[in-house]
């Protein structure tokens, strides 16, 4: 079993839809979480990171944290076509911990 | 948070010859990562590069075949060697800390012929 599982889609939604994604993991002593997007043939953009549980919000990005439930999401309101690309989950569990990534999830946002 | 400039962007190599790759950054950082990509994949760490000392590999990964150099505090170097098609992956680095995040350069596409 892998420490972070992540669905690998692809997730296919209208432009102005809300795209709700998300990582569930094993590893109890994970305590930062990042979300990354990367498009194709460029390296990963880091668009939200978060401390132990709880919501974080930045313009029309939301991630949340359940550490009870070993589970992340990143939710992205009114999404654009622009959106559409490969949205990673990483975490760790310290401050220089190792990165580990999920399997990312391909989008398609459709005009 | 920093800027990273990656070298070369991309490149195809022959089976058995070595490529470097190379990232700077616009500030000084303590630690460097470097990552792999294999196709249709996620990122597997290869190695922590602090400078004054040995990198630290992970499992899986050698010092013979990713020789990696950090001469100073805002540039890396990560060799791979003895080059087959199995290597055709992307390579990033990366900088930062899990408190804040971490930002990856703009990848080397490595194609292995």
């Known amino acids: 079993q892998k420490e972070v599982e992540q669905d690998p889609g692809p997730l296919s939604v209208p432009e102005g839809a809300i795209v709700s994604l998300n990582c569930t993991y094993s590893?109890?002593?994970?305590?930062?979480f990042m979300w990354y997007r990367q498009y194709s043939r460029k390296g990963p953009e880091l668009l939200m990171y978060?401390?132990?549980?709880g919501n974080k919000e930045d313009g029309r990005f939301t991630a949340q944290v359940d550490k009870s439930s070993k589970y992340i999401s990143l939710f992205i309101r009114d999404s654009q076509p622009s959106d559409s690309a490969t949205y990673l989950c990483?975490?760790?569990?310290?401050?220089?911990?190792?990165?580990?990534f999920g399997a990312g999830t391909q989008v398609v946002v459709t005009p | 948070s920093a800027v990273i400039s990656q070298k070369p962007s991309r490149d195809i190599c022959q089976r058995g010859t070595s490529l470097t790759i190379q990232c700077q950054v616009d500030?000084?950082?303590?630690?460097m990562f470097w990552y792999r990509q294999q196709p249709g994949q996620s990122l597997t760490l290869i190695a922590t590069?602090?400078?004054?000392?040995?990198?630290?590999?992970e499992s899986g990964f050698v010092i013979d075949k990713f020789p990696i150099s950090r001469p100073n505090l805002t540039f890396s170097t990560l060799t791979v060697s003895n080059l087959s098609p199995e290597d055709s992956s992307i390579y990033l680095c990366?900088?930062?800390?899990?408190?804040?995040?971490?930002?990856f350069g703009s990848g080397t596409r490595l194609t292995v012929v």
């Open positions: 990366s900088v930062g800390d899990s408190r804040h995040g971490y930002t």
């Open positions: 590893n109890s002593a994970f305590q930062y």
């Open positions: 978060t401390y132990s549980s």
């Open positions: 990483a975490m760790s569990p310290d401050s220089w911990g190792k990165l580990q």
């Open positions: 500030s000084q950082v303590t630690m």
């Open positions: 590069a602090n400078q004054g000392s040995e990198a630290t590999y």
